[in-house]
């Protein structure tokens, strides 16, 4: 009978409520602990040659991961609130008061104390050993330089996500996926070693080696903090590209942040990256295209003349030169090196095949040249909240287009101008622009290589006879400070209106000025694009972003150790 | 002679269960070792790249003692 009873219990322990009993016994022996992923590392390439390279000595760390202590508390254990803020409020820098009355909430049970503390402060903490109060190691971003890359890196915020630049863009990428150990563990709740753990071991996030140079990015931020502060303007930037791969090598704006203390910045925007974000109609910059597209066709040579009445008439509306300048007969030379709205205006009528008005044949084959430029969509390039811009469409009206000709009335990115230069630089191949040179996956490194959008996006004779056009605007035009002794350079200067908030024309008081250039141009190896925002002091490009693109060309030919050509 | 069988697998068995014990402490010692060098190297390396940033090199004695570079002069 005893016997029956002994075995009955056991089948009731064992078979009838075994998977209750199971689900208990593992509950109280067994723990899921979290392993975190490793956020990935963003290098740029810091070689005296600003060349890319695999070395690894030739990289520095522009985003790191930093453990450190994190404080909080759990006010239902906090047994004297009073006691306990009085000693660590000093160790955390946090005011005693305000400490004890979050400490005293008692059906709290969480609250944050403070981010980031010290070794030394934390070492102390832990041996008070006072009940509620918690010190957990957690994963911070930490960027050594600061403020020079913040806009093309963003930062990681307090949840420990990307935000802007590389981090947002990236972010899943370099966050990786936490792994999860369930493991029995003993009675303090430390892990035993044994065949019944189970372990999913976490995928670390890919590490990222940047186009950028460090040294050309910093040529880069000290001439346009220069350029800003000196012409009292808003905002600026400056980017640097490799003519032949899209390869960035700089991308500095100005205001900027300290991406470590991101929590510090009152103004929002200044988290965009404003060279890839923020479109804008980029002015007399655009008439190199527009006498690309002249030169491409056959429709102008260099020294197809016109007469420069100092204004040209479209459909009843008058649209005047800068300054209201006439000049007379002029080439299409002279247009270009005299930024001559009339004379873009001019190439327009040509392309449409009559001289006298704007056709809409003219148009399209305009807009066509403009599409195959890559205006008008994103580049692709690897950051957040990229703009497309915006490109009137050919059913436009014939004004729309005479002002588009000279670089009114659409919207650009410095990536679409500067990347549409570089097609002229280097015969005509439009790259995509670039920013991840190298993307490291554990042990595996992979090159990204650079990608060309279009081919012939005009012909190699076209762009070699646009670029000696552009010589001229150096040579003895708009762009001439920055003419550079033994070097020949190429440019375009563009002093753009802003249109009023509420559409109703321009802003008489704001304008942006713009060169983008490249060097030398028999064998160009940097093309820069300098933007200045609503300059306060008076002048037209040639004097508020001239002279930026002269300081970085000059360091640059040294940097990159060019010899003159004469 | 069955009893003493079954003590004997018994003592076995609850020195297998104590050597695996140690052992699991040994590789959570280790494992412990392995995170603080993690953390030490971790360290150095932000310490390296602090050091080496642009702002410290400026801020450098060696920096404050240099010169612009006024011209340039390349062998043909």
């Not at chain 1, 609130?81 to 000093?90: R, V």
């Not at chain 2, 003493?4 to 050597?19: D, F, H, R, T, W």
């Not at chain 2, 060696?62 to 062998?75: F, G, I, L, R």
């Amino acid at each position: 009978m005893a016997l029956v009873v002994i075995v009955g219990r056991l089948f009731y322990i064992q078979v009838a409520r075994g998977q209750d009993y199971r689900a208990r016994a593992d509950a109280q022996q067994s723990r899921k602990f979290i392993i975190t992923a490793k956020r990935g590392q963003i290098y740029v390439h810091d070689d005296i040659n600003g060349t890319s390279s695999d070395n690894a000595s030739d990289l520095y760390p522009v985003a790191l991961n930093q453990t450190l202590k994190f404080a909080y508390a759990d006010p239902s254990f906090v047994t004297d609130p009073l006691a306990t803020a009085d000693k660590i409020a000093p160790l955390l820098d946090l005011n005693v008061d305000t400490l004890e009355a979050q400490l005293a909430q008692k059906k709290t049970r969480y609250v944050v104390l403070k981010e980031k503390v010290s070794a030394s402060a934390a070492a102390k903490i832990s041996a008070l050993k006072l009940p509620g109060i918690v010190l957990e190691d957690k994963d911070y971003r930490y960027y050594p330089e600061s403020n020079l890359f913040s806009q093309e890196l963003g930062f990681v915020d307090a949840d420990g996500k990307g935000q802007y630049g590389i981090e947002g863009y990236l972010d899943s990428s370099l966050a990786g996926h936490d792994g999860q150990l369930k493991a029995i563990t003993d009675s303090l709740g430390v892990p035993l070693t044994g065949d019944q753990n189970v372990l999913v071991p976490p995928q670390n996030g890919k590490s990222y080696v940047l186009t950028l140079d460090r040294t050309v990015q910093h040529i880069a931020d000290v001439a346009i903090t220069q350029a800003v502060q000196t012409n009292k303007a808003a905002s600026g930037s400056i980017v640097v590209m490799d003519p032949k791969t899209g390869a960035i090598r700089a991308m500095a704006n100005y205001p900027n942040f300290d991406p470590n203390n991101y929590s510090a910045v009152t103004d929002y925007s200044v988290f965009s990256n404003q060279a890839v974000s923020d479109a804008y109609e980029p002015g007399s910059v655009f008439k190199a295209y527009t006498i690309s597209a002249g030169i491409d066709t056959g429709k102008i040579t260099p020294t197809t003349q016109y007469t420069d009445a100092g204004v040209a008439t479209i459909d009843g509306v008058q649209i005047h030169n800068a300054e209201d300048n006439k000049f007379g007969l002029q080439t299409m030379t002279d247009v270009i090196q005299k930024s001559l709205n009339t004379g873009a205006i001019f190439v327009l009528e040509s392309l449409g095949g009559d001289t006298t008005k704007v056709v809409q044949a003219g148009k399209t084959l305009f807009a066509r040249y403009v599409q195959r430029f890559g205006f008008g969509v994103a580049t692709g390039v690897e950051q957040a909240d990229e703009a497309s811009g915006y490109v009137p469409p050919p059913s436009s009206s014939d004004v729309d287009y005479a002002t588009m000709s000279f670089g009114q009335g659409l919207r650009t990115t410095e990536m679409q101008l500067i990347s549409s230069m570089a097609a002229i630089a280097n015969g005509g191949t439009l790259y995509q622009p670039y920013l991840v040179d190298q993307t490291i996956d554990g042990d595996k490194t992979i090159q990204n290589q650079p990608k060309i959008i279009r081919q012939g996006v005009i012909s190699p004779q076209s762009a070699a006879t646009v670029a000696n056009m552009l010589i001229k605007v150096v040579e003895g035009g708009s762009g001439y400070q920055a003419r550079t002794p033994g070097y020949t350079i190429a440019g375009k200067t563009g002093t753009a209106q802003v249109p009023l908030s509420n559409g109703q024309g321009y802003d008489p008081h704001k304008n942006i000025g713009s060169f983008v250039g490249f060097a030398p141009v028999q064998d160009p190896k940097f093309i820069i694009l300098v933007r200045v925002n609503f300059p306060q002091v008076p002048g037209f490009a040639e004097d508020t972003a001239v002279p930026a693109f002269a300081s970085v060309a000059r360091q640059l030919f040294q940097y990159y150790q060019i010899p003159p050509n004469s | 002679m069955l009893v003493a069988l079954v003590v004997l697998l018994s003592l076995i068995y609850l020195n297998q269960i104590g050597k695996n014990s140690i052992f699991s402490y040994k590789i959570s010692a280790l494992e412990q070792t392995q995170s603080n060098l993690n953390a030490q190297q971790q360290q150095l390396q932000i310490n390296a790249a602090r050091l080496q940033s642009i702002s410290a090199i400026a801020d450098s004695s060696a920096a404050k003692n240099m010169v612009p570079v006024a011209s340039v002069s390349y062998a043909h």
